[in-house]
């Protein structure tokens, strides 16, 4: 597989696919309004909808510091499913049927996005085809046995659990042994999304500037280089870019994942992979893989590769490094042998956001006026969804329009939890971890034991994970 003419960065490969968008205009000076969103990113933009939805006379500003979508919005893997970070721990802290709550609201969200888009025109190549998540060690299977039980227990009584043969069928991972599916999935265009909501909310009458970093937010202000925007309430929307605002260095750690995706491939390919249903792809390893089937019939894959920069340091451009590239080439190519000759056309890598307990949050300070959500850990095409719909509602319950409702009473709204540490503790720990996780695949890919290998279990309880 040749990776010589692969351009690396350039913000994504949905990005080289889409061509990167002329930014809107900065802001002209100071303004008023009635919301400002900081961020312009889907969860900054589906709030901006549901909120203009719920009450067009709102004056709403959105605030983004490159252009919409330049964030996580515009370089995941593409994967709309019904995952949210933190769900164990919510069920340990509220009790499992709140938790059960939760999964559905996220089993849900899915549908809601597929509706929403349809609804409003927007083309991004949406297919419901379901997440497949496989196993291919005696370790992986015992983990995917036990995933499987625990997201029925939570509710997911439509979940199957596969064999060999029959995952095969769907799929042909080489060594696969086992997988488990669920419907509440789907496979699309990340930037297509974006931008499509993007147009949306602006044409319902939100005013979007680009090019218009926010560097302090601050009960009923937000300060830019350009002028403050005043209005009661400022959201702060900004996931794995949060730590470039100020006093937020520690709030949520910008993880790093890398991602490949290949030449289109021809039809000799896909009739010895399979993958006809289009479903997203994961697995069931430490540091795990999620991947897709495009419309135009590439493999689009992604991993981590240098997990983490020192300081909470953000890319610029998408670039990520040449190993990086190739641990993810030996990985595609390890999965499926016959894309050994595709070419690697792109590859690109971004930051998400990570909460000290690994749990997403949503949450609106009533004393203040400063709302957030965010912290979804590589869930967030969904979850940001959510998290909008839960915001519009805390708004208009916060301002009389409306009482309490389902959303407000969801286990992550208003939680709260312990900043990261100082560096260089903060480097030191994650780099650790990952490289603890690494070598925990490693020994799993040789060992005939079912069990999860003991340097991964040390990692998840250091890391905060479980």
């Known amino acids: 597989m040749s990776t010589v003419s692969t351009v690396n960065g350039g913000i994504s490969f949905w990005y080289a696919d889409q061509g990167t968008p002329i930014p809107r205009e900065p802001l002209p000076g100071d303004a008023t309004a009635d919301i400002c969103i900081v961020g312009g990113g889907y969860t900054g933009l589906w709030t901006a909808y549901y909120l203009k939805k719920a009450v067009p006379f709102l004056n709403i500003t959105v605030l983004e510091a490159k252009f ?3 964030g996580a919005s515009g370089r995941n ?21 709140a938790a059960v709550r939760l999964q559905q609201a996220m089993n849900d969200t899915v549908d809601e996005v597929v509706r929403v888009s349809a609804e409003e025109n927007i083309d991004a190549d949406i297919h419901q085809g379901g997440v497949l998540e496989v196993a291919y060690t005696p370790a992986q299977l015992a983990r995917l046995k036990d995933f499987h039980s625990v997201e029925i227990a939570f509710g997911e009584k439509d979940r199957v659990l596969r064999g060999a043969r029959e995952t095969g069928e769907r799929i042909n991972v080489t060594g696969a042994v086992g997988s488990t599916w669920t419907p509440h999935g789907a496979r699309l265009h990340p930037v297509k999304l974006v931008k499509g909501l993007a147009a949306t909310v602006e044409a319902l009458g939100v005013t979007i500037h680009e090019s218009t970093p926010v560097t302090e937010i601050k009960p009923k202000h937000a300060h830019t280089p350009y002028g ?8 702060r929307c900004t996931e794995g870019f949060t730590a470039n605002l100020k006093g937020q260095r ?5 993880m790093n994942s890398s991602m490949i995706a290949t030449e289109p491939l021809p039809r000799s390919v896909w009739d010895t992979i399979g993958w006809d249903g289009r479903e997203t792809l994961g697995d069931m390893a430490h540091a795990y893989i999620y991947a897709q089937r495009t419309a135009d019939d590439r493999i689009a894959l992604g991993g981590r590769g240098v997990p983490y920069r020192y300081g909470s340091a953000t890319d610029n451009d998408g670039r990520t490094q040449p190993a990086t590239i190739e641990a993810l080439r030996d ?3 390890r999965l499926f042998p016959t894309t050994g000759a595709a070419r690697i056309d792109h590859a690109w890598s971004g930051v998400l956001g990570v909460p000290r307990d690994w749990c997403a949050t949503v949450t609106l300070d009533r004393s203040t006026g400063l709302a ?5 850990v590589g869930s967030g095409v969904a979850t940001t969804n959510l998290a909008a719909r839960t915001l519009r509602d805390l708004i208009q319950q916060d301002s009389g329009q409306s009482g309490p409702t389902e959303l407000t009473a969801l286990p992550w709204v ?10 260089p503790f903060r480097w030191l720990g994650v780099h650790g971890m990952y490289a603890a996780y690494r070598t925990a695949d490693r020994r799993e890919l040789t060992s005939p034991r079912p069990g999860t290998d003991p340097i991964a279990k040390a990692a998840d309880r250091l890391s905060g994970r479980h």
């Open 77 to 97: 893997g593409g994967w709309l499913y019904n995952g949210i970070a933190g769900r164990d721990r919510y069920a340990k802290l509220h009790g499992h049927e």
């Open 372 to 376: 957030w959500a965010g912290g979804y």
């Open 250 to 254: 520690r709030t949520w750690l910008p």
């Open 331 to 333: 990985i595609l190519v």
């Open 228 to 235: 403050t925007v005043r209005a009661p309430y400022i959201l």
């Open 414 to 423: 208003d939680h709260r939890v312990r900043r990261w540490e100082p560096e």
């Open 68 to 70: 919409c979508g330049y």
